[in-house]
T-cell receptor, first 112, second 113 residues
């Protein structure tokens, strides 16, 4: 059984650019949630995907968007990057309705 | 109503001591309360969790105490070890539908050898 994996590990982008982050869910998990973790803060819920559709969203603007693929892997896209988007982006997978969710190692995004 | 308040922000404990981290919530729709441990450069790892119909859960050196009427829950780490030095987050899940998790702001624990 493989755990949650994310790519890339680190990324540096310039303000105004666009970025795509990727997540492979744990084997058997059909739900993916994305979180933003600013330095020294707890993870903040961005959105969740189930059956390839967005299933709930936190307080993030529309320039944060995502996709889920038939194999349950997922992408997080951020357009028009701002300096405040610099953070650790975490992906968590779970089985729909189950309580436990498991996090990947995260992608560290730096916007300059 | 969506907040989970966590304290203390940081904690220093001697090896062998007891570490206690507290969390409070407002939303009675929360139905699952996990604790996560995070080491620098890593994602949070599920440590232990509890449902609101249980007042205490113990797994090894880790215990969750849950007070439903006070809307509070806490993590106790017995016999704290230097390897326990990490940041701990409490969280609460709003069940049904989105299964959205709300996290506390974290407690940085340092266990002195």
């Amino acid at each position: 059984e493989t755990g949650v994996t994310q790519s890339p590990t680190h990324l540096i982008k310039t303000r105004g650019q666009q970025v795509t982050l990727r997540c492979s869910s744990q084997s058997g998990h059909n739900t993916v949630s994305w979180y933003q973790q600013a330095l020294g803060q707890g993870p903040q819920f961005i959105f969740q995907y189930y059956r390839e559709e967005e299933n709930g969203r936190g307080n993030f603007p529309p320039r944060f968007s995502g996709l889920q693929f038939p194999n349950y892997s997922s992408e997080l896209n951020v357009n028009a990057l701002e300096l405040d988007d610099s953070a650790l982006y975490l992906c968590a997978s779970s089985f729909r309705g189950a309580e436990e969710q498991y996090f990947g190692p995260g992608t560290r995004l730096t916007v300059t | 109503q969506q907040q989970v308040k966590q304290s203390p922000q940081s904690l220093i404990v001697q090896k062998g001591g007891i570490s206690i981290i507290n969390c409070a919530y407002e939303n009675t729709a929360f139905d699952y309360f996990p604790w996560y441990q995070q080491f620098p450069g890593k994602g949070p790892a599920l440590l232990i969790a509890i449902r609101p119909d249980v007042s205490e859960k113990k797994e090894g050196r880790f215990t969750i105490s849950f007070n439903k009427s006070a809307k509070q829950f806490s993590l106790h780490i017995m016999d704290s070890q230097p390897g326990d030095s990490a940041t701990y987050f409490c969280a609460a899940r709003r069940g049904a539908g989105t299964y959205k998790y709300i996290f506390g702001t974290g407690t940085r624990l340092k266990v002195l050898a």
